[in-house]
């Protein structure tokens, strides 16, 4: 069974970066066919993706988030992290890290992390 868990700071301040790592268990992130996302939901909004990495370290942004957005692996700790600079009060939200699996039938979010709040404020 693979599971997700994100850790990182729960309060960033205005205009530093975020940083988010989500660590993998019960499953690689080498793992063909697997991609790795960030998403997130901001008070009173809807899930927004961020990003995604994939099995074989491909990258790939929202548009609206790509200039702030950089999204990498560690293989030997099976894990990826997202990083958002210069984040504003808007960028609060609850991150959550999962899996998106690419089969012959389609695409399976089978696996997602609880979620971190992340707060930016002074």
């Known amino acids: 069974q693979v599971q997700l868990q994100e850790s990182g700071p729960g309060l960033v301040k205005p205009s530093q970066t975020l940083s988010l790592t989500c660590t993998v268990s019960?499953?690689?992130?080498?793992?063909?066919?697997?991609?790795w996302n960030w998403i997130r939901q901001s008070p009173g909004k809807v899930l927004e993706w961020m990003g995604a990495?994939?099995?074989?370290?491909?990258?790939y942004y929202s548009p609206s988030l790509e200039s702030r957005t950089s999204i990498s692996r560690d293989m030997s700790k099976n894990q990826f992290t997202l990083q958002l600079s210069s984040v504003t009060p808007e960028d609060t939200a609850v991150y959550y890290c999962?899996?998106?699996?690419?089969?012959?039938?389609?695409?399976?979010?089978?696996?997602w992390g609880q979620g971190t709040q992340v707060t930016v404020s002074s």
């Open positions: 019960g499953g690689s992130v080498t793992t063909n066919w697997y991609y």
């Open positions: 990495i994939s099995y074989g370290g491909n990258t």
């Open positions: 999962a899996a998106r699996e690419n089969t012959r039938d389609g695409v399976i979010w089978g696996y």
